[in-house]
């Protein structure tokens, strides 16, 4: 785990929120905190979905954010910025299994329940945190460590500028 304070906080939001950056995270949920509390799960309902399109989506349990981004930013935009915005993002199964493999990790996708991070705005600051949820019990931290150094080399690609705290 590691805690990466972002420094260009504007141009990151706006990568969040208005560009493809991190569309194909899932997400987890979000809480934005604006006039009013606003509760986003991103537990992905079957019910909404007919069967056809059920039937394509590649990851069912969670959306994406390239799905949700449209309403968050809706109750984001305005005059004023947020009190405070907190999500928890987790990559897909299929990019899992990709970092899995070019790492030569010792697990299986069944094996690992996600590599997450987690946001969060306040204050006029954002702060990301990386996580690793195992399905096994292991001592071998070595995918925790791969996971923090793949999340910074990403922000670093995307010329997304932090500092470890």
Same mark, same amino acid.
């Given at each position: 785990? +590691?805690?990466?304070?972002?420094?260009?906080? #504007?141009?990151?939001?706006? #990568?969040?929120?208005? #560009?493809?950056?991190?569309?194909?995270?899932?997400?987890? $949920?979000?809480?934005?905190?604006?006039?009013?509390?606003?509760?986003?799960?991103?537990?992905?309902?079957?019910?909404?979905?007919?069967?056809?399109?059920?039937?394509?989506? *590649?990851?069912?349990?969670?959306?994406?954010?390239?799905?949700? &981004?449209?309403?968050?930013?809706?109750?984001? #935009?305005?005059?004023?910025?947020?009190?405070?915005?907190?999500?928890?993002?987790?990559?897909?199964?299929?990019?899992?299994?990709?970092?899995? &493999?070019?790492?030569?990790?010792?697990?299986?996708?069944? *094996? +690992?329940?996600?590599?997450?991070? !987690?946001?969060?705005?306040?204050?006029?600051?954002?702060?990301?945190?990386?996580?690793?949820?195992? !399905?096994?019990?292991?001592?071998?931290?070595?995918?925790?460590?791969?996971?923090?150094?793949?999340?910074?080399?990403?922000?670093?690609?995307?010329?997304?500028?932090?500092?470890? $705290?």
């Amino acid at each position: 785990m +590691v805690s990466l304070r972002i420094e260009d906080v #504007k141009g990151f939001m706006g #990568k969040l929120l208005s #560009k493809e950056t991190f569309d194909n995270f899932l997400l987890i $949920e979000m809480d934005i905190i604006t006039a009013a509390s606003f509760h986003i799960s991103g537990h992905r309902q079957k019910a909404w979905y007919d069967n056809d399109e059920w039937d394509d989506l *590649a990851d069912t349990a969670y959306v994406t954010w390239r799905e949700i &981004k449209p309403a968050a930013y809706d109750l984001i #935009k305005g005059h004023r910025i947020p009190l405070k915005i907190t999500g928890v993002f987790r990559l897909s199964e299929e990019n899992t299994g990709r970092i899995l &493999k070019k790492g030569g990790f010792a697990f299986d996708t069944d *094996a +690992v329940g996600g590599l997450f991070f !987690n946001l969060r705005f306040e204050g006029g600051a954002v702060v990301v945190t990386t996580g690793v949820s195992m !399905n096994t019990f292991t001592t071998d931290k070595s995918l925790e460590r791969g996971w923090d150094y793949y999340f910074a080399e990403f922000l670093s690609r995307n010329e997304i500028v932090y500092i470890e $705290e």
